[in-house]
């Protein structure tokens, strides 16, 4: 049983680039969340998918967007990089509705230089 | 608003036992405990919804105050393993619990042989 898969692992960017990370949930979940954890800190939520929309955002500015496939799989794409942004991003699954687990991914390490 | 974890970092011996304190000043549906080791996914421990409920499975349990808007989790006889920061995260009273989660700054927890 497939757990939560990200990629890429690691990358570098440098300011005012655009990234695109991609998340596979774990199997049988359909609800997709993005998390940013900067060091030192824990996870901040970014946004949500269900059912390919867009359900709950957290307090990111537009630059921060995703999508949600048919096959539940997400992307957060991110534009004008900042030197801030360089983060952990952590994608995270669960099973909606009724299922209140959250299972995280090994995330992806974003470096802006 | 984020909940506030206390202690933040604590240092035990094997075999000692710890409590990890999460509050928060909103009313939750739900308290979940993670633990993150350094370059790691947060790791799920449990759950607890609203109703005053204690869990637990091996030697970690944790509890919930409703009335207090509090969480602890317990860690008895612990282990080199255990090492690692633990989180708290909330999902407030309102909202659903599909994949939102307000996190704690997190508590360092480091055991030494």
């Given at each position: 049983d497939a757990g939560v898969t990200q990629s890429p692992t690691h990358l570098i960017k440098t300011r005012g680039q655009q990234v695109t990370l991609r998340c596979s949930p774990k199997s049988g979940h359909d609800t997709v969340s993005w998390y940013q954890q900067a060091l030192g800190q824990g996870p901040q939520f970014i946004f949500q998918y269900y059912e390919e929309e867009e359900r709950q955002r957290g307090n990111?500015?537009?630059?921060f967007s995703g999508h949600q496939f048919p096959n539940y799989s997400s992307e957060l794409n991110v534009n004008a990089?900042?030197?801030?942004?360089s983060a952990l991003y952590l994608c995270a699954s669960s099973l909606a509705p009724g299922s209140n687990t959250i299972y995280f991914g090994e995330g992806s390490w974003l470096t802006v230089v | 608003q984020q909940p506030v974890q206390s202690p933040q970092a604590v240092i035990l011996r094997e075999g000692e036992d710890a409590v990890i304190n999460c509050s928060s000043s909103k009313a939750l549906y739900s308290v979940h405990w993670y633990r993150q080791k350094h370059g790691e996914a947060p790791i799920f421990l449990m759950i607890l919804l609203k109703g005053g409920e204690q869990k637990g499975h091996d030697k970690i349990s944790a509890s919930f105050n409703e009335k207090k808007q509090q969480s602890s989790l317990y860690l008895t006889a612990s282990q080199l393993s255990y090492s690692g920061t633990y989180f708290c995260g909330t999902a407030n009273a309102g909202g659903t619990s599909y994949g939102k989660l307000t996190f704690g700054q997190g508590t360092i927890l480091t055991v030494h042989p």
């Open positions: 990111f500015p537009d630059r990089l900042l030197l801030g942004d | -």
